[in-house]
């Protein structure tokens, strides 16, 4: 008999990340959102495309520079299009770009608005261990014992207690992936086998507020 309780959690955003920048309306720094409008101009043949920020406060605009003096032909045909017309879905892998928003300003603020999807995908009624697989959208500062605590009844103690006895696994490849961010495909094994309040923890782990 299976005694696996395997479930799927799916990370994302809601609000995307927040660059500050010196804003000349307010005449500080201050947090500026993206609008989710593309700027695109041509010269000749060679093109230049800003994505473009508003600050929260005044609405005076920023443009980060996505790239500059590209050819036509060195676009793929869909990402031509997708500048265009500021299709959402591309527009939002731009404004989850950490490591390039990173080159452009030094402070990021990312908003706290955590969406967690979970799907059971094996249930067995004399479950004895938790597996759980985690897909991430677009990458995070989020440390995966935060991540724990938050969706599961369990405290940040008693985490670090199941790690430290050997009952709380990841495929990682290092022994202090609690304290770094929750990646793409990761699955993490808990072993609640002598475990106090497991039908809790499952049903938590298992089913969405």
Known sequence: MCNILQVRWTISRRTSPQPWIACSGCGSPRPFRSSGKIRLNANGKRLDAWLIYKCIDCQKTWNRTLFERRTVHDLAPSTLEALQRSDPDWVRAQEFDLDGLKRKAKRIEEPPDVIIRKVARNEPSEWTVLDIEISVEFPMNLRLDRLLASELPISRSRIQALHDGGRLKAQSGRDDFLRHRPKDGMRIT????????????????????
């Open 190 to 209: 808990l072993d609640l086998s002598e475990a106090a309040g497991r039908q809790a923890i499952g049903e938590a782990a298992a089913n969405p507020e």
